[in-house]
């Protein structure tokens, strides 16, 4: 799952990169109004973190913008400014949900799990598909009950096909959410990934759609694929 962060306080902007870091995300992150209008208007996030007090563009004009340009992506808004009006303002602007200046880390992580949640269709921090069920906020797979040991881009990978599991995902859109900006995105350490994630929840649990991509196998695939 692939994240943006619009901060320009380097301490806020720190913990939030570690915070959501060990929670399994891909960060990226800017600083500035204009770059973070021309990030959200070309890139493909799962949800956007976005500071109003920016420099130069500011945040609620870069929110209009997004979403005048029909970009859907949940945006999660930050402001020191404590006015109910001014956190009315944002929602109207299409802000999705808002917390202001100080909160606790802990807060935003369960309010960002819960906007990715929303924008996937799904209610609740467990999502299950066929035998396997994974817990967001544990950040735990199981199959069957019995937890699986992953690694975190393994638990990247089937995070993000559970997140979207009515879908079938081209290799291309993976890449996306799977690696930042800095990483190689190399369809063959993809393939590498993909073969180690099968090992460890069978061969029948994620389907290969030749010209189209993957998804989750729907409980009755996967059991036949466990006999």
């Given at each position: 799952m692939r994240i943006l962060v619009v901060e320009d306080e380097p301490r806020i902007l720190d913990d939030i990169v570690t915070t959501m870091g060990m929670a399994g995300y891909v960060v990226d992150t800017v600083s500035d109004g204009e770059e973070a209008w021309f990030l959200g208007d070309t890139e493909t996030y799962d949800l956007i973190i976005l500071d109003l007090g920016l420099p130069g563009l500011d945040g609620l004009t870069v929110l209009k913008r997004w979403r005048a340009e029909d970009r859907h992506m949940p945006v999660l808004v930050l402001t020191a400014r404590g006015a109910w009006s001014e956190r009315v303002e944002g929602i109207d602007a299409g802000a999705?949900?808002?917390?202001?200046?100080?909160?606790?880390?802990?807060?935003?992580?369960?309010?960002?799990?819960?906007?990715?949640?929303?924008?996937?269709?799904?209610?609740?921090?467990?999502?299950?598909?066929?035998?396997?069920?994974?817990?967001?906020?544990?950040?735990?797979?199981?199959?069957?009950?019995?937890?699986?040991?992953?690694t975190p881009l393994e638990y990247r990978l089937v995070a993000y096909l559970m997140h979207h599991k009515e879908r079938i995902i081209p290799p291309t859109e993976l890449l996306e959410h799977l690696y930042g900006d800095d990483d190689a995105r190399d369809p063959n350490a993809l393939e590498a990934v993909m073969a180690r994630l099968r090992k460890k929840l069978g061969s029948g649990a994620i389907e290969t759609r030749r010209g189209f991509g993957y998804t989750i196998a729907g409980e009755e695939a996967a059991g036949e694929s466990a006999r």
């Amino acid at each position: 799952m692939r994240i943006l962060v619009v901060e320009d306080e380097p301490r806020i902007l720190d913990d939030i990169v570690t915070t959501m870091g060990m929670a399994g995300y891909v960060v990226d992150t800017v600083s500035d109004g204009e770059e973070a209008w021309f990030l959200g208007d070309t890139e493909t996030y799962d949800l956007i973190i976005l500071d109003l007090g920016l420099p130069g563009l500011d945040g609620l004009t870069v929110l209009k913008r997004w979403r005048a340009e029909d970009r859907h992506m949940p945006v999660l808004v930050l402001t020191a400014r404590g006015a109910w009006s001014e956190r009315v303002e944002g929602i109207d602007a299409g802000a999705d949900d808002y917390l202001p200046k100080p909160f606790r880390m802990e807060e935003l992580l369960a309010r960002a799990r819960a906007l990715i949640r929303r924008s996937a269709g799904i209610s609740t921090p467990v999502i299950e598909a066929g035998p396997l069920s994974l817990d967001v906020k544990q950040m735990r797979l199981a199959r069957n009950g019995v937890p699986i040991a992953l690694t975190p881009l393994e638990y990247r990978l089937v995070a993000y096909l559970m997140h979207h599991k009515e879908r079938i995902i081209p290799p291309t859109e993976l890449l996306e959410h799977l690696y930042g900006d800095d990483d190689a995105r190399d369809p063959n350490a993809l393939e590498a990934v993909m073969a180690r994630l099968r090992k460890k929840l069978g061969s029948g649990a994620i389907e290969t759609r030749r010209g189209f991509g993957y998804t989750i196998a729907g409980e009755e695939a996967a059991g036949e694929s466990a006999r």
